[in-house]
């Protein structure tokens, strides 16, 4: 069948074309019946002069809306109708699925959209929003541009396995899996992998897809499931290096996101798109904690080190101020907040060769030199308290030649969070998961 997007119907007038999309909404009259119809290129009306075939009257009288239609008609040029200009004279109209009325609830009716609790039952439906459409096209386009960067810049891409079989670092927030007889954990990072191909001479790699994390946490940025961008380079001489390329790879993802999609982004979510200006600002994590306590804000306690969201949040403002940039790396984390892999300082070794990266507020990324010395890898193993025979493997990686390396893990939902100002994960990822939520 010759389908025509309803997008380019003006490229039609005149001639008879077949669409196929959602009876959006219906204006049912005495003699004129208006269908607005919708697919993923935009929307038209379709018109029906009700006396010329009441049968079919009586028939699109009963069609709910959201129906699944298939119509035939003639493109004319009507300049009253406010969908661009035209509308399409109804020939022929065939239900290829009717919706059950009422719906649970109104896609289309932005003044009165449910919870995002209850819009995940329907998520199909919630995912038919205009809103919803534009951020999936813009989360494409981010990753393939992405991918252009790393593809330029020589990258290799890996697929690591999502099963394995024994804890990686601390073992906490591991979902444990029944494999056959025995145990397996679904992997949450594909940090060691990444490492692996640094110790295989791969030199820079990335990787696209699932992380699982066991957090039972309830915050509007956590989620069970979600998809890591992650990158490995060698050959560095400090995190600096790769700061520099993060920088530069996220920079030209903004760039093509605005190019593609800036003004759309402006009209349906009133965000303007800025492409940051690179070096993002850097601040040691002492430089952070100074500028917080200087402004009265008080970490609690149990995070030891750690930035809560609140002080990412408030270190985001003052950068903001002072440099006018959304992004900033907090860098030199101590050990006692990072995992056991991470380089530390030579000159200051209660302190790591780390970073994260925070955008809008929000924590999106972290990274780090990794430490490539066997010996001084598997002492800072010892130091954490890990047990050597379930990290073997990973640190035979650095017993025959391993270059000295660091990359990053992201969280993509998180990103496009920030890039659309989204308040809650919920809404910028396709599914979500999280500790109650398994369905659909
Ligand atoms: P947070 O402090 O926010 O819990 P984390 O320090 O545990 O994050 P990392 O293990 O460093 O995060 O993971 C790297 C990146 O992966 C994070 O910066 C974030 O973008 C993303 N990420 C981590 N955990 C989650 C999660 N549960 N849901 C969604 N994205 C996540």
């Known amino acids: 069948m010759d ?6 119907l003006k490229e039609h007038l005149n001639e008879t074309v077949t669409i196929q999309g959602w009876l959006q909404t219906l204006r049912d009259q005495k003699n004129m019946q208006f269908l607005i119809m ?8 379709v018109a ?11 028939m699109i009288s009963t069609l709910g809306s959201e129906s699944a239609l298939t119509i035939t008609g003639k493109v004319v040029e009507n300049k009253v109708v406010k969908l661009g200009g035209l509308e ?3 020939e022929t109209l065939t239900v290829e699925n009717a919706a059950e009325t009422p719906l649970p609830f109104d896609p ?7 919870a995002i609790d209850f819009r995940m039952d329907w998520r199909y439906l919630d995912l038919r929003r205009e809103q919803n459409l534009l951020l999936f096209k813009v989360q494409t386009v981010l990753e393939h541009a992405m991918r252009e960067y790393w593809l330029e810049n020589q990258f290799i891409e890996i697929h690591s396995p999502k099963i394995t079989g024994s804890p990686s670092e601390s073992g906490a927030e ?12 679904l992997a949450q990072s594909p940090q060691f992998y990444k490492q692996m191909a640094m110790a295989a001479g791969f030199e820079r790699v990335f990787e696209i897809g699932p992380v699982f994390r066991a957090d039972p946490s309830f915050t509007s940025r956590h989620m069970t499931e979600f998809t890591g961008l992650d990158m490995e380079i060698s050959w560095i001489e400090s995190h600096e290096d790769v700061m520099a390329f993060t920088e530069k790879w996220l920079q030209y993802a903004y760039k093509r996101v605005k190019e593609t999609y800036g003004s759309e982004i402006q009209a349906v979510f009133g965000v303007d798109i800025k492409v940051p200006e690179v070096p993002f600002p850097r601040l040691t994590m002492a430089e952070a904690y100074a500028i917080l306590k200087a402004q009265g804000y008080k970490l ?10 609140g002080g990412e949040r408030a270190i985001a403002d003052y950068v903001k101020e002072k440099y006018d940039s959304d992004f900033l790396f907090v860098i030199d984390w101590p050990i006692s907040v990072r ?3 991470h380089m530390r300082h030579p000159d200051a070794p209660e302190l790591t060769r780390s970073f994260d990266l925070i955008a809008g507020g929000l924590e999106i990324a972290t990274g780090a030199q990794r430490e490539h010395r066997y010996e001084v890898l598997r002492q800072q193993a010892l130091e954490k308290g890990l047990g050597l025979e379930n990290i073997q493997y990973y640190l035979d990686f650095f017993r025959y030649g391993a270059p000295p390396h660091g990359g990053f893990g992201m969280g993509l939902s998180r990103v496009l969070m920030v890039l659309l100002g989204l308040p809650n994960i919920r809404e910028s990822v396709f599914l979500f998961r999280g500790p109650n939520r398994l369905t659909p």
């Open 3 to 8: 389908r025509t997007p309803i997008g380019s």
């Open 38 to 45: 919708r697919d993923r290129t935009g929307l038209v009306q």
């Open 48 to 58: 029906h002069y009700r006396p010329g075939n009441p049968e079919l009257g009586d």
């Open 88 to 90: 399409i004279q109804l």
């Open 108 to 114: 289309f009716d932005n003044d009165n959209l449910p």
């Open 174 to 185: 591991l979902f444990e899996v029944l494999y056959f007889e025995r145990k397996a954990y």
């Open 300 to 309: 609690p306690p149990e995070r030891k080190g750690d930035l809560d969201p």
């Open 339 to 341: 995992p056991f892999y």
